[in-house]
């Protein structure tokens, strides 16, 4: 088990009985990528805590990177909210069998299932990240903001070939089975999307975004999580 650092949004430990959110980064990010994030649901009334993942970030580590050790080093249970992004996604998905682990998920662009004939591609893209700097960023993700340019090449920095290929080569071939038993949303990229499906998910796809819609259009994105929020998942009035 890897001790995860953590990074927090909104009044430490929360209002007494208020919504505590726990987010999960996707492969080569970090805790600081969820600025824009964080701040939303802090400004929503949560306790927000975002990690970095083992292998990650400022995170010890590790000989093993199966989806079950990422979700082994999850802190805590009883979530209200668990958010997950790509690879953060997946692990939120099988955390879901831990008893008592959260009560709501909300997925973006979660990465499910890989193709076999697309494994290949995927991890060498992601390897490739790991020397790119944000105005190599830049050039494939005109929407995004500077600070989130800037983050993602720091993250990208901190990681390791040996995570990347670690992550790829111990979870092949790639295929989440678990179906929450927890209402969940799924915003997925309209353009360039890694989400395959998810039985029972409420499933809202973003204009104009890629993979990371957060970052490619946070204004819908965030909409789309504050209308769900208010109805399918019953946690703001």
């Known amino acids: 088990m890897v001790v995860l650092p953590e990074t927090h949004w909104g009044t430490l430990g929360g209002t007494p009985g208020g919504p505590r959110a726990l987010l999960l980064h996707g492969i ?14 802090a400004a929503e009334g949560f306790h927000v805590t975002a990690v970095d993942l083992r292998g990650h970030g400022l995170a010890d ?17 009883d979530w209200d909210l668990v958010v997950g992004h790509s690879l953060g996604g997946s692990i939120a998905v099988v955390a879901t069998n831990r008893p008592g682990f959260a009560r709501r998920l909300v997925l973006l662009d979660p990465v499910l299932a890989i ?12 390897a ?12 494939d993700r005109p929407l995004w903001h500077p ?6 090449a720091q993250s990208s920095r901190q990681a390791s070939r040996d995570m ?19 209402p969940t949303l799924v915003v997925a990229a309209s ?4 989400f395959t499906g998810l039985a029972g998910a409420v499933v809202v796809t973003i204009p104009n975004a890629g993979h990371s819609p957060h970052r ?9 999580v504050t209308s769900w929020l208010t109805s399918g998942g019953g946690l703001l009035p």
Do not use: C
Request: net charge negative; no cysteine; proline share 5%.
């Open 147 to 152: 600070l989130d340019l800037q983050l993602k």
């Open 115 to 126: 193709p076999a004939e697309l494994h290949d591609e995927i991890h060498a893209d992601q």
């Open 128 to 139: 490739g990240e790991l020397t790119q700097s944000a105005e190599d960023l830049a050039e």
């Open 61 to 77: 580590r590790a000989d093993s990177y199966l989806l079950d050790d990422y979700v082994s080093d999850l802190p805590g249970t």
């Open 191 to 194: 353009t360039g999307s890694m």
């Open 216 to 224: 490619d259009q946070p204004e819908a994105t965030f909409a789309a």
């Open 164 to 182: 990347v290929d670690r992550t790829f080569t111990q979870n092949r071939p790639w295929a989440i089975y678990v179906v929450p038993d927890v």
């Open 28 to 41: 080569n990010g970090s805790a600081a990528g969820w600025w824009r994030v964080g701040e939303f649901l």
